[in-house]
């Protein structure tokens, strides 16, 4: 074993280098700890937390319940923590993760303020050289990439950007001084999660909002709350076989099942009755559901999620609610969504996100009406319009899964890039693993259920494979670990196979899930749809079965 992790040095010898200190480095790190080897953990930012020390912005919250949405891999952590709200926002969340570092003495072993630019396989001696931007380099075997699906913020390419006098903030790099937005004309470009969370907060606190729209969004609401501490507590008694029901779960997420008994399953063996789906419903009753449920109710339908026609009449049951909501019938039908299917973008979910449109100091832009031209230095040319704003906030997303990958120069076996070998879209036999790149994983990679599901069940799965896989490469003496090309060939057509017949893949969506928000991007479906429980059951007969489709020399 080389000696603990000397991070003052300019080259510096480990067992491991993990790049990123989100949920996933953090949780890694604790478990290299345990298995005796020595680690560094690489990260750009000044502290812990990745997604929520980065995204800061005014709204910013979780939306699976905290309970969930929390590591479970301690029992003490998992007892003594207190969530104060059903889904908590950025500063309770970025709070536990400081917690957590300081609880299991993090911080020694993370390099803050550092980015790596460079990782290379050096093939004569096994090791990964990691290089960063401050011209260190460390040497380790093992190199395990937790650099976050969604931690690259995409700065779109908008004409005059840079001539912009006022103040640019974009919601995934919010600064951490809070801006006083009192009184100012505040303008803000995109409506997914991140700017439907912002939207009804920055309405309150700036003088006047002006929102950029260029595709209306599904959203529905959140629901959110405080916590009863008397939930927390039936949680917290119950936590061991609720973790369980999680870990084998499609999504890692019970919401309201997880504290109720599970259903007993039929005397006879017999499969249950499958709910209706909408197709089944006669039109008066299909109304009745969303007058009753309001435009969530699209979600208590399973063939909304796979049968086009069903989807088409949950679209249109989706905009009349919409219609009821929104005061104004052209502020309405401006936020209908039309050209693309229910479900084939991530969920998003709101507080208060509709009425906010009903306020006085808000105005929709519709971007589809009144193209954006440039952008000036006082504020925002759209068609037949400029408006003046103080503060421009782009919510305009990230460069997902392969973003923080592809910028880092990984170069593997005979110096291939790992973002030319990708060129085509990711290639990876169980998002851990790529074949050419020995000794290197990435936690939560594309072809991973990943961002299908509660990230941080995905995060402990992988991390929980990765060492116990690092463990059996030590006790057999094994110098290096990659997927035979025919593995990860399989693995890719098994993700592909699984989406079909999605709406995920529906010719008429446009996701970050397929690339396509950002330009030149290939499109490919990058997660793995087919279930967090039924991936982790394959992950692990592959490692009973000597890791099949790895190549361990
Ligand atoms: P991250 O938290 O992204 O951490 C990666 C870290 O790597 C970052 O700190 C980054 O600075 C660092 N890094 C990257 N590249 C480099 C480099 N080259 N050098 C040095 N450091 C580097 N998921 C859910 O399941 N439920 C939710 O409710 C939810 N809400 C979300 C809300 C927002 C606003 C966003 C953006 C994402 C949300 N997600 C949610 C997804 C979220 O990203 C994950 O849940 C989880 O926090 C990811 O943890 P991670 O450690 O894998 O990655
Ligand atoms: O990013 P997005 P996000 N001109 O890509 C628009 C997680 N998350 O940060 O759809 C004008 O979804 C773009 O328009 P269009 C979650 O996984 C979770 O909001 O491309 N507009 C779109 O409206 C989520 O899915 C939470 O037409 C432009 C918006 O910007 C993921 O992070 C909260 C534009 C981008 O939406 C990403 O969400 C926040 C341009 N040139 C984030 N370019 C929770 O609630 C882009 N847009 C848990």
Partial sequence: M???????????????????????GMYMLHRLRELGLSAVVIEAGTDVGGTWYWNRYPGARCDVPSMEYS??????????????????????????????????????DILFETKVIAADFDEDDNRWTVTTDTGQCHRARWCIMATGCLSVPNVPNLPGLERFEGELYHTGDWPKVEPNLTAKRVGIIGTGSSGVQAIPVLAQRAGHLTVFQRSPVYTIPANNKPLRPETAEAFKERYGEIRQRQRVSVTGILGPTALREPRPKPADGAPRAARPGLLDLTPEERQAVFDEHGHGAFQRFADVYRDPAANAIACELFRQQIRK?????????ALE?????????????????????????????DLRRQPLLEITAQGVRVDGEDIELDVLVLATGFDAMTGALERIDIRGRDGVLLRDRWVGGPRTYLGLQVEGFPNLFTITGPGSPSVLSNVIVAIEQHVEWIADCLGHLMEHGRATIEPTEGAVEQWVAHVNEVAEGTMYVAPDCNSWYLGSNIEGKARVFMPYVGGLGRYRQRCDEIAANGYEGFVLA
């Fill in 71 to 108: 590591y479970s891999f301690s029992e003490e952590l998992q007892q003594e923590w207190q969530w104060t709200e059903l889904m908590s926002a950025q500063p309770e969340i970025l709070e536990y993760a400081r917690h957590v570092a300081d609880r299991f003495d993090l911080r020694r």
């Fill in 2 to 24: 080389a000696d603990a992790a000397t991070v003052d040095q300019s080259v510096n010898d480990v067992d491991v280098v993990v790049v990123g200190a989100g949920f996933a």
């Fill in 337 to 365: 969504p039309r050209d693309y299917p229910l479900a084939c973008k991530r969920q998003v979910i709101d507080t208060g996100y509709y009425e906010t449109f009903n306020r006085d100091n808000v105005t929709l832009v």
């Fill in 325 to 333: 909501l929104v005061h104004d019938p052209l502020v309405a039908e």
